[in-house]
Nanobody
Framework: QVQLVESGGGLAQAGGSLALSCLAS????????MGWFRQAPGKEREFVAA????????LYGVSAKGRFTISRDNAKNTMYLQMSSLKPEDTAVYYC???????????????WGKGTLVTVSS
């Protein structure tokens, strides 16, 4: 089984930046999709960004486009989310995810991390 562990969450000021990491272990990815979702209190889990592990192609949700950048380091089996121009509305638990059907939404995710909390203060 694939294990996903997020790190890098914490407190940031509005307008600031924060970078998240997701380490994948248990097996080496040779392809497929990975991405980030987030869930704020009282809200549904929301798609943030995805990356094709083999090609590096990316896709962003509306809330992330223009502010967040997803990337991966194949050698380290690590995925990153660089967040900038943070807003209080970005406050949420951010989850690392993997799965071939990930672009179909939360039901298409095969593996989840336990999440890391990002808090953006005004």
């Amino acid at each position: 089984q694939v294990q996903l562990v997020e790190s890098g969450g914490g407190l940031a000021q509005a307008g600031g930046s924060l970078a998240l990491s997701c380490l994948a272990s248990g097996r080496t990815f040779t392809g497929g999709l990975m991405g980030w979702f987030r869930q704020a209190p009282g809200k549904e889990r929301e798609f943030v960004a995805a990356i094709n592990w083999s090609t590096g192609g990316t896709l962003y949700g509306v809330s992330a486009k223009g502010r967040f950048t997803i990337s991966r380091d194949n050698a380290k089996n690590t995925m990153y989310l660089q967040m900038s121009s943070l807003k209080p509305e970005d406050t949420a638990v951010y989850y690392c995810a993997a799965g071939a059907r990930l672009l179909q939404g939360v039901n298409g995710v095969g593996y989840w991390g336990k999440g890391t909390l990002v808090t953006v203060s005004s």
